[in-house]
């Protein structure tokens, strides 16, 4: 029965975690697509069903069907400890919700070593859920690496010329942030209490969040994490691994990157950060702020004189994923819960953007935005879904982005004024750069490269009306996903000093 032999979290990790290995000896390209997908889809299933099991407030027994521990390693107090609250339920269904689609949208791409890549798009997968479900710092951990190493092999065998290059200055990254976090959760640990007889400190959430740390002590503690998480979001200064790695990687695995990886940081910071750290957290909360509000402001103005599609839209990431670094901080009720929303709202829109890009480099066989021009009047159904995407990066009334920055606007505005002006002012660039690049590719005369172009298959339309839909529905109606994440923005600002 659920609750008692098995629970969500643990399918979540399990599904792609075994069939990611079964992947390997599947030696026909078609016969691994289609096993990646149906995969996929019956974690999307299981992600489906945990919503309705969310209520936890209101039906006790539901706790058992999403937390589970088990004994792992007990003489050192780490357990295998799995466990879903509002933001692992949301963060969980984002990245099943996207899996199903990146291999449907590129289902007709041919791949050398088949089984190899959807084996390690699969392992990515269970890496990631591991991450958003762990309820153990040790075994946070070790997702955490778990989802870098099948990215780092997916960008680097399966990318454009320079893409070893790229891969390898985002391997070094991501590892040296990820080594500043080990030493950093080495040292919480041992000032833990233990919760168990059989070792004196713990590796558990609950450990962490009661472990008596100085000021002086979280001060660089905090930047050992901070570094960590900044650098996979990534934050100003740390961000120049993105725009190379984007434009060299294949697009599946681009997706996986800026559609869900990105929120592994996010999450990080809301879920370890700051409430383990909630005395540094007010004492550097302006000065990550001003670095999130750098960001936004330079890579809008990058993103203005971008030629190469995959470089525009790593530009105009960066410049969202700053404003949700910047709502994080002003650590409100408004800012935090416009991020929870806008973690949905991003994933969905930025993989809506690359599945375009996809797109048109399939059919036109280029991507810079200057040798493209009329692309509407060879396919009018793209233009209009190209149209809807972009209102919803300029979070556009009525469209998915519009809640949720309208939300993390006015957590930063009650944080600082001044902040929340220049922050406005990324989002006024937004709207100049995404509607330009919308004007220059698909407006005015075609010329002789997109006279080539045909019409969109049908594969490619389906996965744009879902999204689509998706953006429509949550901007019309985003309250379902605010009521799930309202116990976890309680939770976190009731450990850290609410402004």
Not at 96 to 120: C, D
Not at 257 to 264: C, I, P, Q, T, W
Not at 374 to 379: D, F, H, V, Y
Not at 464 to 474: Q, R, S
Request: aromatic share 16%; proline share 4%; hydrophobic share 55%.
């Amino acid at each position: 029965m659920l609750g008692n032999y098995y629970t969500f979290p643990e399918l979540l990790i399990w599904i792609p975690f075994v069939t990611g290995l079964i992947a390997i000896f599947i030696k026909n390209s078609n016969s691994v697509k289609m096993f990646a997908l149906l995969s996929s889809i019956a974690t999307l299933v299981v992600s489906v069903i945990s919503l309705f099991y969310s209520d936890i407030a209101h039906h006790p027994e539901f706790f058992y069907y999403s937390n589970v521990s088990y004994v792992w390693m007990p003489y050192i107090g780490s357990s295998f400890s799995v466990g879903l609250d509002g933001m692992g339920f949301l963060l969980t269904f984002l990245t099943a919700f996207s899996y199903p689609l990146i291999f449907a949208a590129t289902y007709k791409s041919e791949r050398k070593n088949a089984n190899v890549f959807f084996a390690l798009m699969l392992l990515s997968q269970a890496g990631i859920m591991g991450v958003f479900v762990a309820t153990d710092a040790l075994l946070f951990y070790f997702f955490w690496e778990l989802a870098l190493i099948p990215l780092y092999f997916l960008c680097s065998k399966w990318g454009g010329e320079k893409r070893i290059q790229a891969t390898f200055k985002f391997f070094v990254y991501t590892f040296l942030g990820s080594l500043l976090m080990l030493v950093g959760i080495i040292y919480v640990y041992v000032h833990t209490i233990s919760i168990s007889p059989d070792s004196n400190h713990s590796f558990s959430l609950h450990a962490f969040y009661n472990v008596l740390l100085s000021p002086h002590q979280q001060d660089w503690l905090f930047w050992l994490f901070f570094i960590a998480f900044a650098v996979k979001i990534p934050i100003f200064p740390l961000h120049t691994w993105q725009p190379d790695v984007y434009e060299q990687s294949n697009y599946p695995s681009v997706m996986i990157l800026s559609g869900v990886m990105v929120k592994m940081g996010i999450f990080g910071m809301i879920r370890w950060l700051l409430p383990v750290f909630p005395v540094a957290v007010g004492k550097f909360d302006h000065f990550v702020m001003i670095l999130c509000i750098i960001g936004i402001l330079y890579a809008s103005c990058i993103a203005l004189y971008q030629n190469d599609l995959k470089r525009f839209v790593a530009w105009s990431s960066i410049a969202h994923l700053g404003l949700m670094g910047a709502a994080i901080f002003s650590t409100n009720r408004l800012g935090l819960q416009g991020v929870m929303l806008e973690m949905l709202n991003h994933g969905i829109n930025i993989l809506a953007l690359w599945v375009v890009v996809d797109i048109i480099e399939k059919k036109t066989g280029v991507r810079k935005i200057s040798e493209l021009s009329g692309l509407g009047t060879k396919s009018p159904t793209l233009a209009i879904f190209v149209v809807i995407i972009a209102f919803a990066n300029i979070a556009l009334p009525l469209s998915n982005s519009f809640v949720s920055e309208f939300l993390m606007l006015n957590g930063i505005f009650h944080f600082n004024k001044w902040f929340a002006a220049f922050a406005t002012l990324g989002i006024v660039l937004s709207a100049v750069y995404m509607l330009s690049m919308v004007q220059k590719t698909f407006y005015g005369k075609a010329n002789a490269l997109v006279d080539k172009v045909k019409k969109m298959s049908a594969g490619e339309s389906i996965v744009l009306v879902i999204l689509v839909i998706a953006i429509l529905i949550l901007g019309i109606y985003p309250e379902p996903v605010i009521h799930l994440t309202q116990s976890s923005v309680s939770e976190i600002l009731s450990r850290v000093n609410i402004r």
